[in-house]
């Protein structure tokens, strides 16, 4: 399957020896970023992307098997900066953004052999099982996605990647802690993601405020999976406020739940669930352990936790960001803790600020130039 409509996108059919589109012969550094994940990890490393290949002497490569995510990517690029690579697999069906998307793994190891770059990037730590093969010497760099306080972003595949860029000092901190990294293996960034942001947009028609109900992809940890239908359902009885009902684009199995009820959008998985769409114009936040509640707080405002299986959770690191907002322990609390939420924000401004800082690192540099000197840096050292 050919992607079509694409006046930038080359197949691995015309990938030469070096793992690229071919290119006049000239000495120049070659880094390759992966997009095999679905479409949510590419706004994280497309602004360093950008910001490398308008390097003189950089050839950036985007390494991509779904035709929609390539696309994806080259809405961001009208300057045609980025050589897309499609890195097709037999037989494989029409893709989309975040279904029937193609498995990372099948699709890197039949393309392996053609990817000779000075770095790879990515934003999944599943592609480093690369880096156990006694043949393969490319350096990968992980480029961590996502600022939140769940052990699913401390995994044993950190301990492969030869640099890992991440967002804040809590990251580093915690890499280094759990021994997944040396310090000189860590460099803090920034949050490149906040660079794509488009000013926020009304999301009802009415002046009524709006909650964010965010829930976690996977349990345990999740709300969606047994809570879901009866959040809902008290969200109709709570006719003075408008909800978005956005889980995680990842969230899948657990209840179908829908709703007719006018202040009510319930959204499975578009382009405005992983754009800041609804981060950036909701009131209030109700979420459990998405990391999206940080992406919220880049403009702090009430945020509303969801306690309902009464886990022991004070003191704990995975629930560190609890601690920026009410928790409640019942769905019938949650138009009582929204009637308050304005009142109480005040207190917990202060540590939601503090918090953001360890989390997102406040550089007035863009994280875009610190990612993209970082991983020049690394290039660099390692060719002297």
Known sequence: MACTGSSNLYSCAHMDSEGAPPLPRRAMIRIAFLALAEAHQHLHWIPAALRLAAEPGVRVDVLGASCAGLKLVERFDPERRLRLVRLALPGRRPDGLFEHHPRRLSVLLHHLRLMRYDAIVTTETSSSVVKRLPWFRVPLIHLKHGAGDSEVGYNDKHRHFDLTLVNGLKDKQRLIAKGLARADQVAVVGYAKF????????LFDDAKPVALYNAHAKPPGS??????????AEMERIKDWNFIVAPHVKLTGGPVVTSDAPNIRVDRGSIASIDMSYTQGADVYIGDASSQVYEFLRRPRPCIFLNLDKVEWRGMERFTHWSLGQVIEEVSELGPALARAAALQPGFEPIQREALAMSIDPSPIPASERQAEAILDFVTARSR
Do not use: Y
């Not at 660079?195 to 009304?202: F, H, S």
């Open 223 to 232: 709300t969606w999976f047994d809570h879901a239908p009866a959040l809902v």
């Open 195 to 202: 660079e794509l942001v488009a000013p926020p947009q009304p």
